[in-house]
């Protein structure tokens, strides 16, 4: 009868003896079949990949949370100030932004601004890029003296500060790293 009919033998359905195989796994002979072998090896394989893939989402889950919950604690820090520390919308750990904003922020307030810096710096915010964002604050040459020798910054944002071309120039001279970014548009009235 028709369903009686053997199956079609397929180049894998060869043991291994040249036997033909009617089930996976050993056959008669006690051989296992090439076609069993196969299937065993990519289902290891798949099993291998999805434990890999499943280990890699845990382990970047785990470091997403522990930067979300190291970058708050010093951003608590800085809103107290008035300011923040944000990674803004970018993907994780691309770039990290202190920031200050008002006239409220004054050159008093830079001492504290300095350990939040550090701060950042130590727990590896500037790893790839660190920022300080005091635009539209009301520091000037005295308060930018303690940025002075300060390491891990990538960029300074000065621009609407009391901030003269003579304070940016001592703070560029004494910066250990020279390729700092420093941003600053002065008002024509501050130009000395």
Same mark, same amino acid.
């Given at each position: ?36 072998? &196969? ?15 499943? #280990? ?7 470091? =997403?949370?522990? =930067? ?12 107290? *100030? ?12 691309? @770039?990290?932004?202190?920031? =200050? @904003? ?11 601004? #300095? ?5 950042? &710096?130590?727990?590896? =915010? ?5 920022? /300080?964002?005091?635009?539209?604050? +009301? ?7 303690? /940025? @002075? ?8 944002? *000065? ?5 003269? +071309? ?8 004494? /910066? ?5 970014? &420093? ?10």
């Amino acid at each position: 009868m028709w369903w009686r009919r053997r199956p079609r033998v397929g180049l894998w359905d060869v043991e291994i003896d040249g036997a033909v195989s009617k089930r996976d796994g050993p056959g008669p002979t006690g051989k296992v079949s090439a076609r069993s072998w &196969v299937k065993i090896f990519v289902q290891a394989m798949c099993m291998a990949l999805i434990l890999l893939w499943a #280990l890699l989402v845990v382990v970047g889950a785990i470091n =997403f949370i522990r =930067f979300g919950q190291s970058i708050a604690s010093v951003n608590q820090r800085a809103s107290r *100030l008035g300011g923040g520390v944000t990674n803004g919308r970018r993907e994780y750990r691309e @770039h990290v932004t202190v920031w =200050f @904003h008002g006239k409220r922020i004054d050159d008093r307030a830079m001492p504290e601004i #300095l350990s939040i810096v550090r701060e950042c &710096v130590a727990r590896g =915010f500037n790893d790839p890029s660190l920022s /300080l964002d005091l635009d539209g604050t +009301d520091i000037g040459d005295e308060g930018i003296r303690y /940025l @002075h020798d300060i390491a891990g910054l990538d960029s300074i944002w *000065l621009s609407d500060t009391r901030v003269t +071309d003579r304070g940016i120039m001592a703070l560029r001279a004494s /910066l250990p790293n020279k390729a700092i970014q &420093v941003r600053a548009s002065l008002r024509p009235a501050e130009r000395r």
